[in-house]
């Protein structure tokens, strides 16, 4: 689904989840953040480079999130490196919509239960990491 009609699709099916990190980019802005339209998604970060990030930066368990079509990070210069990873994540809210809150979850806690890591073994993150590595070669000429 590449027409217009899709991508309205597309962004209907995930606005849930983009209004809550539209919610959490409006707290970043107020906190003197930045926000700017990009690569068809919302991209906000709390500074320019990591050191300049506010002090609390440090205690959040993420250096970038994305919420529907919301990319939310630390600084500008975290999401340069995490921009790809997090537009695959952008693709999954789009497949999965307001399910992919749970299906993440439930991923993340049947790894726990496996004995696993919620986060680096979660199917979601497996198939990011995966996919933007590849996206990155095909950049590069590889």
């Not at 210069?77 to 695959?88: G, K, P, S």
């Not at 992919?100 to 806690?109: D, G, I, K, L």
């Amino acid at each position: 689904m590449t027409s217009g009609v899709g991508k309205v699709v597309k962004l209907l099916w995930a606005a849930p989840c983009s209004l809550v990190g539209v919610l959490v980019a409006a707290i970043a802005v107020l906190l003197g953040g930045r926000a700017v339209r990009a690569s068809g998604v919302l991209e906000v970060t709390l500074s320019e480079c990591e050191a300049s990030s506010p002090a609390f930066a440090s205690h959040l368990r993420f250096r970038a999130i994305a919420l529907g079509h919301v990319i939310v990070a630390v600084s500008r210069q975290e999401l340069e490196q995490l921009r790809a990873h997090e537009l695959i994540h952008v693709r999954q809210y789009e497949r999965w919509g307001i399910a992919f809150f749970v299906a993440y979850a439930a991923s993340s806690v049947w790894q726990l239960l496996n004995g696993r890591s919620a986060y680096w073994d979660n199917r979601f993150e497996v198939q990011a990491r995966v996919l933007s590595a590849q996206g990155q070669q095909e950049e590069r000429g590889a």
